[in-house]
C-alpha cells in the first residue's frame, strides 16, 4: 500500500470536482429531450468525438489486459486486439457515413430501418437487453475489477471502499450531465490519462530496479517478450496470436468499441456527429490515437514488471494482503505504480481514475440509451414525454452502475471476461457488415446468428462439450485437458458453426418485403451490386429508388483506404516500438511507411470525400 500526499490528494480531490461541476453545468440543457440527453442535438465535431472515443477505450482494465497478455504472451500477444484495427478503419471509410446518413438515434433503432415486421421489433427489443444491459454490464464489470484491484494493490482499499467512491461520482455525473457531459469530461479525461501512462512507464523504466530502457531490453525475463511478430517457428503461437486475428476475428467478432460496421458506442458518437463528415472524420481520429499512440507505455510498464515482479509469487509476496481470488499477471500493472513517488503518484492515480469514470460513464449513457429508445418506449410506454423518457434514462443509468459493481465482485481477472465476451460474438460480425450492402439478409437472418452463437459459446465454455471437443486449457478453470481438437480451434469452430448456422436460415426463410428494402434503400443509398435486384425490381414497380450516378459508389475505394490506413497506422505503431527497443533501420524503414501510405491515404480519402459530399 502505498501513502499519499497533499499534493496527491489534491490532484484526486480536485479532478472529482472538475468532473462534477461539467456534469451539473451542462445538465440543465441535457435533460430537455432525448435527443439531448443521448446524443447532444448531432450537434458534435469530429475532433471532440473523435478524442471521446479514445477516452472512452482508454479504461482501468486496458492497462491490466495489456499486461496480462505481454506477461503471459509476449508483446505479440496483442495482436488479440491490434487485429480490430481492420475493423476499425472499414467502419471510418465505408459505414461512419452510412450511420450518420441512417439519422436513427440508437444503433439497434436501426433494425426496424433495415429490417420490417414483428421480427425485426422482436430483434430490437431483446438486442437492446442483451447489449444494453447483460454486455454492457459484463464490460462494466471488468473496468470496475480493474479499479478494484488498483485500490487494492494501491491504497490498500477494500472493494466496496473502491467501488463505492469511485462509483459514485461516475454515476452523479453521467445522470445528471447525459451525453454532452460524457464527451466534454472525456476531453479532460483523454489528456489526463495519456499524461500519466506516459509519466508512469518513464518512472517504471527507470526504476533502480529496472536500470533504464537499454538493461530493460537485455534483460533475461524480458528479451523473449520483445517480438511484436510472433515467432513463425511455433505453429500454435503464429496461428493463436497473428493468424486467427487476422484471418477470422476481426469481421466475425462482435466487441464493444470495435464492432465490425461500427456499433454501440461508437455508433452512437457517429450519430451525434454534426454531419457525415464529422462522424469519418471523428473515426479515423479514434483509431490512429487507439492503435499508433497509446499501446506503448502501457507494453513498457508490463516489460518493466517483468523484472521486478518475475511471477503471480512475487507479486503475492509484495502484496500478501490481495485477497486469493484476485490475484493475477494483471495485477503486476497496479503493483508498479506503487512504486512511484509522491506528486506524480498523485496525477497517475487520477489518470488511471480518468481512464475509470470515462468508460464507465460512456456505457452508462450508451446502455440506458437503448433501455429508453429501444425498449421502453418501444414496448412499456410509447406515449412517454421527453421529460419521463430522460428520467428512465437517468434511473436506468443508477441501475447499471449498481449490477455491474455487484458482478464485479465476483470476477478474477479481465482477460477471462475479455475472452468469453469474444466468444459469445463468434461469427455474428460478418452480418454487420453484409447487412448494409446484401438485400438478402433479414432478421432471421440476426436472431439465428445471435442464438447458435451464444448456444455454442455456453456448451463450450461452461459445460463437459467443451472439454471432450477441444484440448488445452478450459476457458473457466485454466485446467489443462485432451479433447479432439486443439484449443486454438475454439474460436474458428464457433464461428464456421454460426456463419453456416445463419446462412441457411436467410436462404430459407423469406426476404424483407419490398415496402421495406425500397424505403432502405432509398434513404441510405447503399449502392453496390448486392442491392441491384431490388433496385432493378423499383423500377419495374414505377419506383425508382436509386438517386445515385454512375461511378459513384465508393466503398472499393473505402476498402482500398482501409488497407492504406491499415499500413500506415501498423508501421507507426511498430517504428515507435523499434525506436524504443534500440533498432534503428527497422525503426527508420516503418516511419517512412508511415509518412508514404499517410501520403497515399490523404489522396484516397479526398477522392472518397469528393464522391461522397
Not at 93 to 101: E, G, P, Q
Not at 133 to 152: P, R
Given at each position: 500500500?502505498?501513502?499519499?500526499?497533499?499534493?496527491?490528494?489534491?490532484?484526486?480531490?480536485?479532478?472529482?470536482?472538475?468532473?462534477?461541476?461539467?456534469?451539473?453545468?451542462?445538465?440543465?440543457?441535457?435533460?430537455?429531450?432525448?435527443?439531448?440527453?443521448?446524443?447532444?442535438?448531432?450537434?458534435?465535431?469530429?475532433?471532440?468525438?473523435?478524442?471521446?472515443?479514445?477516452?472512452?477505450?482508454?479504461?482501468?482494465?486496458?492497462?491490466?489486459?495489456?499486461?496480462?497478455?505481454?506477461?503471459?504472451?509476449?508483446?505479440?500477444?496483442?495482436?488479440?486486439?491490434?487485429?480490430?484495427?481492420?475493423?476499425?478503419?472499414?467502419?471510418?471509410?465505408?459505414?461512419?457515413?452510412?450511420?450518420?446518413?441512417?439519422?436513427?438515434?440508437?444503433?439497434?433503432?436501426?433494425?426496424?430501418?433495415?429490417?420490417?415486421?414483428?421480427?425485426?421489433?422482436?430483434?430490437?427489443?431483446?438486442?437492446?437487453?442483451?447489449?444494453?444491459?447483460?454486455?454492457?454490464?459484463?464490460?462494466?464489470?471488468?473496468?470496475?475489477?480493474?479499479?478494484?484491484?488498483?485500490?487494492?494493490?494501491?491504497?490498500?482499499?477494500?472493494?466496496?471502499?473502491?467501488?463505492?467512491?469511485?462509483?459514485?461520482?461516475?454515476?452523479?455525473?453521467?445522470?445528471?450531465?447525459?451525453?454532452?457531459?460524457?464527451?466534454?469530461?472525456?476531453?479532460?479525461?483523454?489528456?489526463?490519462?495519456?499524461?500519466?501512462?506516459?509519466?508512469?512507464?518513464?518512472?517504471?523504466?527507470?526504476?533502480?530496479?529496472?536500470?533504464?530502457?537499454?538493461?530493460?531490453?537485455?534483460?533475461?525475463?524480458?528479451?523473449?517478450?520483445?517480438?511484436?511478430?510472433?515467432?513463425?517457428?511455433?505453429?500454435?503461437?503464429?496461428?493463436?496470436?497473428?493468424?486467427?486475428?487476422?484471418?477470422?476475428?476481426?469481421?466475425?467478432a462482435w466487441y464493444p468499441g470495435a464492432e465490425p460496421g461500427g456499433g454501440g458506442y461508437i455508433a452512437q458518437r457517429m450519430l451525434a456527429a454534426k454531419n457525415e463528415n464529422h462522424a469519418i472524420g471523428a473515426t479515423f481520429f479514434f483509431n490512429i490515437l487507439h492503435y499508433a499512440l497509446r499501446p506503448w507505455p502501457w507494453i513498457l510498464v508490463a516489460l518493466a514488471s517483468l523484472v521486478v515482479y518475475p511471477d503471480i509469487a512475487s507479486i503475492h509476496e509484495a502484496f500478501p494482503n490481495i485477497a486469493e481470488d484476485k490475484l493475477g499477471h494483471d495485477l503486476a500493472y497496479s503493483a508498479m505504480l506503487t512504486k512511484l513517488p509522491n506528486g506524480l503518484l498523485g496525477i497517475v492515480l487520477t489518470s488511471l481514475i480518468a481512464a475509470y469514470m470515462s468508460t464507465i460513464s460512456t456505457h452508462l449513457n450508451w446502455g440506458s440509451s437503448y433501455i429508453v429508445n429501444d425498449f421502453y418506449k418501444q414496448h412499456i410506454k410509447s406515449e412517454a414525454s421527453e421529460k419521463e423518457l430522460v428520467n428512465v434514462g437517468r434511473l436506468s443509468t443508477v441501475l447499471l452502475m449498481v449490477i455491474s459493481a455487484a458482478l464485479a465482485l465476483v470476477l478474477t481477472n479481465a482477460l477471462q471476461l475479455f475472452n468469453i465476451i469474444l466468444m459469445f460474438g463468434a461469427g455474428t460480425g460478418l452480418i454487420f457488415i453484409l447487412r448494409w450492402f446484401w438485400w438478402r439478409i433479414n432478421a432471421w437472418s440476426e436472431i439465428s446468428a445471435m442464438v447458435v452463437s451464444g448456444i455454442i459459446s455456453i456448451l463450450i465454455s461452461f459445460t463437459s462439450f467443451g472439454d471432450w471437443l477441444f484440448g488445452g486449457a478450459n476457458i473457466l478453470t485454466g485446467v489443462e485437458i485432451d479433447g479432439l481438437m486443439p484449443s486454438w480451434m475454439t474460436y474458428p469452430f464457433i464461428v464456421l458453426v454460426t456463419t453456416v448456422s445463419w446462412l441457411l436460415v436467410t436462404f430459407l426463410t423469406p426476404p424483407e418485403t419490398n415496402s421495406t428494402l425500397f424505403d432502405f434503400c432509398k434513404k441510405i443509398q447503399p449502392g453496390g451490386p448486392g442491392w441491384s435486384k431490388v433496385i432493378a425490381k423499383s423500377k419495374l414497380e414505377g419506383k425508382d429508388i436509386s438517386v445515385m450516378t454512375s461511378g459513384s459508389w465508393n466503398v472499393p475505394s473505402g476498402i482500398l483506404a482501409t488497407l492504406v490506413g491499415c499500413i500506415a497506422v501498423y508501421s507507426a505503431l511498430f517504428a515507435t516500438g523499434y525506436w524504443i527497443y534500440g533498432r534503428y533501420t527497422k525503426a527508420l524503414l516503418l516511419t517512412l511507411s508511415t509518412i508514404v501510405f499517410a501520403f497515399i491515404l490523404k489522396l484516397l480519402w479526398k477522392k472518397i470525400k469528393a464522391v461522397t459530399f
Open positions: 500500500m502505498i501513502s499519499l500526499n497533499a499534493y496527491d490528494y489534491a490532484f484526486i480531490i480536485g479532478f472529482f470536482l472538475v468532473t462534477l461541476t461539467i456534469g451539473f453545468v451542462v445538465s440543465k440543457k441535457s435533460g430537455k429531450s432525448t435527443s439531448e440527453y443521448f446524443l447532444s442535438g448531432r450537434t458534435m465535431p469530429w475532433w471532440l468525438l473523435g478524442v471521446s472515443m479514445v477516452a472512452t477505450t482508454f479504461s482501468t482494465d486496458t492497462p491490466n489486459l495489456v499486461t496480462d497478455i505481454v506477461r503471459n504472451k509476449g508483446v505479440s500477444g496483442n495482436w488479440v486486439w491490434w487485429a480490430f484495427l481492420i475493423t476499425g478503419l472499414l467502419t471510418v471509410f465505408v459505414y461512419a457515413k452510412l450511420w450518420r446518413k441512417s439519422g436513427v438515434n440508437t444503433d439497434i433503432e436501426f433494425y426496424e430501418l433495415r429490417y420490417g415486421g414483428r421480427p425485426a421489433r422482436f430483434l430490437r427489443a431483446f438486442r437492446a437487453i442483451y447489449l444494453g444491459v447483460v454486455f454492457n454490464v459484463l464490460a462494466m464489470s471488468a473496468v470496475t475489477l480493474a479499479a478494484i484491484k488498483i485500490g487494492q494493490v494501491m491504497l490498500g482499499l477494500s472493494p466496496l471502499e473502491t467501488i463505492f467512491i469511485g462509483g459514485l461520482v461516475t454515476v452523479v455525473f453521467s445522470t445528471v450531465g447525459g451525453f454532452k457531459g460524457v464527451v466534454y469530461t472525456d476531453f479532460i479525461l483523454f489528456f489526463v490519462a495519456m499524461f500519466g501512462g506516459i509519466a508512469a512507464a518513464y518512472y517504471c523504466v527507470n526504476l533502480p530496479e529496472v536500470g533504464g530502457l537499454t538493461a530493460l531490453m537485455e534483460n533475461e525475463n524480458v528479451v523473449n517478450k520483445l517480438d511484436i511478430l510472433p515467432s513463425f517457428t511455433d505453429t500454435e503461437a503464429l496461428i493463436t496470436l497473428l493468424i486467427i486475428p487476422l484471418a477470422v476475428q476481426w469481421w466475425s
